[in-house]
């Protein structure tokens, strides 16, 4: 046994059983909606706030989330197990780094957002919190389609 967590098992539903080939067309509709209601409403932010309420380069919070989305999702499972073709450059090990890299981006954008919400907004107390909580919740909605997307999808149906 190479770890403690070797026989843990989690129980899934039987709603979630009886999926199929559908778990792949729900976790990809699922992790779209997430991401497109983060962009959605840090858009509606940055049209109903002015500039001094909002700063446009908080921007950048959303953009490395992004970027974070892609970058997890770019690696398969195979090559994160080593099971995939892996002769290429540095093979397994680069798909884990890469992958590292991409989940240290998506929690840096939320801890960046966070951080913007409480020094801007709560802590001088301001009476508008809401560009703070939208930008907020942009980085969760994101982070949580990017983890949707990633871990709600299955690579083959031979079990």
């Known amino acids: 046994m190479s770890g403690c967590l070797d026989n843990f098992r989690i129980n899934m539903p039987e709603w979630m059983d009886n ?3 559908k778990r792949n067309a729900i976790a990809s509709i699922a992790a779209g909606f997430l991401f497109f209601t ?4 840090i858009i509606d932010v940055n049209a109903c706030f002015s500039s001094e309420d ?9 953009i490395f989330a992004t970027i974070s989305l892609f970058m997890i999702n770019a690696v398969s499972n195979s090559q994160i197990r080593g099971e995939s073709y892996g002769t ?10 890469w992958l590292f890299i991409g989940f240290v ?16 907004y709560v802590i001088p107390d301001k009476k508008v919190l809401h560009p703070g909580v939208g930008l907020f919740l942009q980085n969760v909605l994101i982070f949580s389609g ?3 997307f990633k871990f709600g999808r299955v690579e083959d149906y031979l079990n």
């Open 146 to 148: 990017s983890l949707v």
């Open 88 to 97: 290429g450059f540095l093979g397994q090990r680069a798909a884990r780094v």
């Open 19 to 21: 999926l199929g080939e």
């Open 105 to 120: 981006l998506g929690f840096s954008s939320i801890i960046a957002a966070t951080w913007i919400l409480f020094a801007v």
């Open 54 to 62: 909002f700063n446009s380069a908080y921007h950048v919070c959303g």
């Open 38 to 41: 983060g962009w959605w409403i």
